[in-house]
């Protein structure tokens, strides 16, 4: 009889590549960010905003798809239509002042960290090994975001270097837990637990 955990786990992971997705979209935003630092304020928000609403909508599919698999899939929810919103608010308003635009970066990077580092202690509990790199990356994305909250006229002068290291760390932690979701996909039925 196959343990139902195990095919819990199978199935809580079946969706992935949506992780995925939203870990490279995360990624190309912080490269484009790093690339082209001297284009004009309103496209870069308009980038942003861009990202923002796709990865939002990603992360909502993601939670809605997975919700009678995964024990917290509501912090998905929460991030995703948090992404969306501020997608939303950043695309109806163009003129967002830099202040603003670090504030929203900073709340969602901030928000997005946590969620890392609560499931790479998610992970450590199912076993997986790399969960510690996944806390790393979570406790570097909290750093940033505080410094982009905490001092925003400092964040404004420097908003393309902290805001592309903060796009960047979100989308190798999204593509790093993609790829461990993955593996747990693929190899679910090898995993053992003392109690068995």
Do not use: Q
Not at 163 to 180: E, P
Request: aromatic content about 16%; some cysteine; glycine content about 8%.
């Amino acid at each position: 009889m196959e343990n139902l955990f195990l095919k819990k786990v199978k199935e809580s992971v079946k969706h992935w590549y949506l992780v995925l997705i939203v870990g490279i979209l995360l990624i190309s935003t912080g490269i484009w960010t790093f690339t082209h630092p001297k284009e004009s304020y309103v496209a870069l928000g308009f980038i942003f905003s861009i990202s923002f609403l796709c990865t939002g909508i990603l992360e909502l599919l993601f939670a809605f798809l997975n919700r009678n698999e995964i024990e917290n899939w509501i912090w998905i929810l929460i991030l995703g239509a948090l992404n969306t919103l501020v997608g939303f608010m950043l695309i109806s308003n163009t003129a967002i002042s830099i202040l603003g635009l670090s504030l929203y970066v900073g709340f969602v990077i901030m928000f997005r960290s946590l969620w890392a580092v609560a499931t790479s202690i998610d992970l450590k509990n199912y076993g997986v090994k790399g969960w510690v790199n996944l806390m790393l990356v979570g406790v570097l994305g909290v750093v940033f975001s505080f410094i982009l909250i905490r001092n925003p006229a400092l964040a404004g002068m420097t908003l393309v270097f902290w805001t592309g290291i903060a796009f960047l760390l979100s989308g190798i932690f999204n593509t790093y837990l993609a790829f461990k979701m993955k593996n747990l996909h693929n190899k679910w039925d090898s995993i053992s637990f003392k109690n068995e």
